[in-house]
Every structure is written in structure tokens, then in C-alpha cells.
């Protein structure tokens, strides 16, 4: 059997939504330059660190997702009547 892109993408978006993220993920890093990858790998890291030592310490102020969604929407629909006016 030959591969296709159209064969692969047709099987690929019947995944679930995890498994489509790694294999985007794995694509996007097969074509990233090895440098640009370990830069933004290593930046990410200490980001993620910075982040994770914050939530440990208690300094990090954590907003619940029904309450960032809520927020989300507010402004994505004054955005949209905004635009409307």
C-alpha cells in the first residue's frame, strides 16, 4: 500500500485530539532546524520550571478554566458587538 498525504490526513484526523497533537508535534519538530529546537526546548523548560516553582511556593495566582472561559467569551463578545456597531 502506498502512503498518500490525503490516505495519512484522513486516517490521522480520525484520531483523538491527543494523538493528533504528538503527531503535529512530531511533524512540526521534523522540520525545525536541531539549534532552533534545543533554544526553544531549553527557553520552554525554564519557563515551564519558573511556572511550576511558583504553583509549588504559592505565589502563582490560579484561575479556575470555567472562570477563564467565562472571561473569554465576555470579551470575545464585546469584541464581536464592537465590530457589529
Known amino acids: ?3 498518500t498525504f490525503d490516505s495519512v ?3 490521522a484526523l480520525q484520531l483523538p485530539v491527543v ?9 512540526i519538530e521534523s522540520v525545525e532546524e536541531p539549534e532552533e529546537t ?6 520552554w523548560q525554564a519557563e515551564i520550571n519558573r511556572r511550576m ?3 509549588q511556593n ?4 490560579l484561575v479556575p478554566h470555567a472562570e477563564v472561559m467565562t ?6 463578545a464585546q469584541q464581536n458587538a464592537a ?3
Do not use: P
Open 1 to 3: 500500500m502506498t502512503l
Open 9 to 11: 490526513l484522513e486516517h
Open 19 to 27: 494523538e493528533r497533537s504528538r503527531i503535529a508535534t512530531r511533524l
Open 38 to 43: 534545543a533554544e526553544v526546548s531549553s527557553a
Open 53 to 55: 516553582e511558583s504553583i
Open 58 to 61: 504559592g505565589t502563582a495566582k
Open 71 to 76: 472571561g473569554l467569551r465576555q470579551k470575545l
Open 83 to 85: 465590530r457589529s456597531a
